[in-house]
Nanobody, 115 residues
Framework: QVQLVESGGGLVQAGGSLRLSCAAS????????MGWYRQAPGKQRVLVAV???????IYADSVKGRFTVSKDNAKNIMYLQMNSLKPEDTAVYYC?????????WGQGTQVTVSS
């Protein structure tokens, strides 16, 4: 079983940047996909960005051109670089991995963007 720990969230003004990290430990081999999701208060959890097994990134339309997902395979860490942040990006951000054994979520990290 893999364990995920997110970090890097915080309070930032609109237009600012943050970089989130998701550190994986335990059974870190053979990820089918890793991704970032977010959940704003009163809303459903939605996809932000995903890295597929072949390394291809997929982004939600709302973050294209502003967010970049990447992964350091040697360190088993996935990153989400968030630039030009907007108040509507405020949410709890979760990382998720998909393996043959199932799906694992991290505990989440709060991102708050003030206007």
């Amino acid at each position: 079983q893999v364990q995920l720990v997110e970090s890097g969230g915080g309070l930032v003004q609109a237009g600012g940047s943050l970089r989130l990290s998701c550190a994986a430990s335990g059974s870190t081999f053979s990820f089918y996909a890793m991704g970032w999701y977010r959940q704003a208060p009163g809303k459903q959890r939605v996809l932000v960005a995903v890295i597929t097994r072949d390394g291809s990134p997929i982004y939600a339309d709302s973050v294209k051109g502003r967010f970049t997902v990447s992964k350091d395979n040697a360190k088993n860490i996935m990153y989400l670089q968030m630039n030009s942040l907007k108040p509507e990006d405020t949410a709890v951000y979760y990382c998720k991995v998909v393996q043959s054994g199932g799906i694992t979520w991290g505990q989440g990290t709060q991102v708050t963007v003030s206007s």
